[in-house]
Each structure stands twice: as C-alpha cells, then as structure tokens.
C-alpha cells in the first residue's frame, strides 16, 4: 500500500481496504483537480468468498455474490463523492479491460445476444467492452454513443477536460471524446489498432482487417463477423482493405508470442519471488 509491501491484516478484506484508499484519496484531494484510477481486482481470478458469501456457495454463486460486492464498492465511492460535494463536479468512467474469459463466455450478450468471439481472440468478445459514463448535468443521461473509443483516448481526454497541457513534440495516438460525453459530435476517431500475441488487426465502424489479410464486414457486430472474400469488388470493401493496410502497416507487430516488455516483466518478478525466499 503507498508504495509499501504489507501483510494483510487477519480478518481483513482487501478490496474494502483499498476502497477506504481511494475514499481517503478524494478526501485529501477535494478541493483541487484529481484523477482517481481505481481497478476493483476481486471480481478477477482467483474468485474467493466475498464477506457477504453465504458458507458452502458454489463457484457460480461465488462469482455473483464478488460481482454485487464489487456493486456495492462503486455504489459507496459514489457516496463518497456526494458526501464531499463533488458530484455534480467529478467524471466518472466505469469499464473493463478485456472480454469474457471462456468460463463465463456463455453470458457474454449484448440485448440478450451472445457476442462473438472472448477474451484473448481477435473477435469482437476479446477487446470489445462496455464503458459507462456518468457526470451529473454534464453528460446526457440514457444516451448511447457508437464512436470508436480505445484507451489511450483517455489520456487527451483528461487533459481535456482538466485543462492540462499535453506534452509538446511527441506524437500521440489519444484522441479526446471530451465533447461526446458532453452529448456534442466531436471529432470521433476513424479507426482502433488491436494487437495480441503477434496478431493483430485495424478496424473502423465497419470494417476490420487482420494481419493475415482477412476483412471482415461488422456490419451486424457484435454478433456476427463476415469474412469478405479477398476478390470482392464491392468499392467499400475494397476502399476499407487499403484503408486499414495503411494503419497495419504503421503499426508492426512485436516479435514473438510475447513482447519483449512482457518478459522482462515475467523475469524480474521471478527474481523478486527468489529473493523473498532467500534466508
């Protein structure tokens, strides 16, 4: 915590500690410009008894009851907000960083629908995920937008909206949807770049391309991917597949299964585990 590695305190649970964290944060914070990021990691695995579990609840149940907790966690962050005044003032934005692992894939639906593809595939279920925003008198209540989005907008987004400066000399691929979630057009960005495990594709709002080639039509996404035969003629496929080679090739993949970034994360906490054990 802080920076500090600390044993967890007997009869304690975690996700509730780092609530009081973030709780305490916009305590200290209240009267000037903050930026909270807040990953409530218990709904992820391993799943484990939530202090409101009943005793001998299955895996499902176990699932649901860290789902209405991890409800429960935002329901009192948003209590906090109200409690210090900063309702009407704060942006919040709830959203996932991933698609439905394969467990749970079956209730991967949309209106009731199953979603193609899950987590760790280059389908719509494996990188396609909700992101709710919610500004009390700024952002439009019930609307929903259908602009590509991606999360490295965040970052222009924010400075945006904080009146910060964005670094001067570097080239960043974040576009603000600033003026979206103030109910306005704004300028939505044209296309989103995925990349996982040296696959990768570009797609905008109809199109997607592979990096082995394959275009598929989203026009009836999240459901359904159709792969447009490489001699189609249609102006609009053929429009899109140039399109979005020019976005791959700017985009090259890494080398190997696995970033290089990703191994040296991998070593460097296998070292540290070493040197825990170490007499």
Do not use: C
Not at 25 to 35: T, V
Not at 124 to 146: F, H
Not at 149 to 158: A, I, K, P
Not at 200 to 226: C, H, I, M, Q, W
Request: aromatic letters at 8%; a neutral charge.
């Amino acid at each position: 915590m802080n920076g500090k590695e600390e044993d967890l305190p007997e009869g304690k649970y975690l996700p509730e500690i780092m609530h009081q964290f973030a709780a305490d944060f916009l305590a200290r914070h209240k009267d000037r410009p903050f930026f909270l990021y807040y990953p409530i990691s218990h709904v992820h695995g391993p799943i484990v008894r939530t202090p409101d579990s009943r005793e001998g609840a299955d895996k499902d149940r176990l699932y649901a009851d860290n789902v209405e907790y991890m409800d429960k966690l935002v329901g009192k962050l948003i209590g906090e907000l109200d409690h210090l005044q900063l309702r009407s003032k704060t942006l919040v934005l709830f959203t996932g960083d991933n698609g439905t692992a394969r467990f749970g894939v079956d209730l991967a639906t949309v209106h009731g629908r199953r979603i193609s593809g899950q987590k760790a595939t280059m389908l719509e279920g494996g990188s396609r995920v909700p992101l709710i925003a919610n500004w009390p008198g700024a952002t439009p209540a019930g609307k929903v937008n259908r602009d590509l989005t991606d999360f490295s907008d965040f970052l222009s987004t924010f400075s945006e909206l904080g009146g910060a400066k964005l670094p001067e000399g570097v080239t960043l691929d974040s576009h603000s949807f600033a003026a979206q979630l103030k109910g306005e057009k704004g300028t939505p960005r044209e296309w989103v770049y995925v990349e996982l495990n040296g696959k990768s594709y570009a797609r905008d709002a109809r199109y997607k391309l592979t990096n082995g080639g394959e275009l598929f039509d989203l026009s009836d996404a999240p459901y359904k991917e159709v792969l447009v035969p490489k001699d189609a003629t249609d102006p609009a496929a053929v429009a899109a597949r140039s399109r979005l080679q020019h976005v791959l090739d700017q985009h090259p993949t890494a080398p190997g299964k696995e970033p290089q970034a990703k191994k040296g994360a991998k070593k460097a906490k296998r070292a540290q585990e070493a040197a825990r054990q170490e007499p």
